[in-house]
């Protein structure tokens, strides 16, 4: 009787704990949501603009070139050229992917004041974050 329950167990419901796509999809919106909070956040420490690129399963965070303060406050994406390193890392690019996750595809800039260039609500596969203008605050809106 032990054998057949735990047959039972092992085909129905252990597979369930092991859906591999739903911790990359979580862990993948973790990453994607930090990035944004960081952007806001390099935006106001530089006091120049901070863009973060979405767009096929990946983000990636850029500025304006270092000794042109010119453009710090500009929104063309031809000024955006610089990668910004991750924080407490020895030289690593501001960079995530994640194959098989459905993202949104978007363009956005932090100003130094911490404001978004606009509102809009970012999909990670079936996770959902807002980023309100005004503020710049960036939430998870999934529930």
Do not use: W
């Not at 106001?44 to 303060?69: F, H, K, M, S, W």
């Not at 890392?89 to 992917?97: C, D, F, L």
């Amino acid at each position: 009787m032990t054998l057949v329950i735990m047959s039972v167990l092992s085909l129905n419901v252990i597979p369930r704990f092991f859906q591999l796509n739903e911790y990359q999809e979580k862990a993948f919106f973790d990453d994607t949501l930090g990035a944004l909070r960081y952007a806001q956040k390099l935006a106001i420490a530089t006091g120049c603009n901070v863009q973060v690129n979405i767009a096929n399963n990946q983000y990636a965070l850029y500025r304006p070139e270092a000794d042109d303060r010119s453009q710090c406050r500009s929104t063309d994406s031809t000024h955006f050229t610089q990668i910004v390193l991750h924080p407490g890392s020895s030289g690593q690019s501001y960079v995530g992917s994640q194959a098989g996750i459905s993202v949104t595809d978007t363009v956005l800039y932090f100003d130094a004041l911490g404001r978004a260039s606009n509102s809009l609500e970012i999909k990670v596969g079936q996770k959902k974050m807002t980023v309100v203008s005004d503020t710049g605050f960036v939430y998870d809106s999934s529930s």
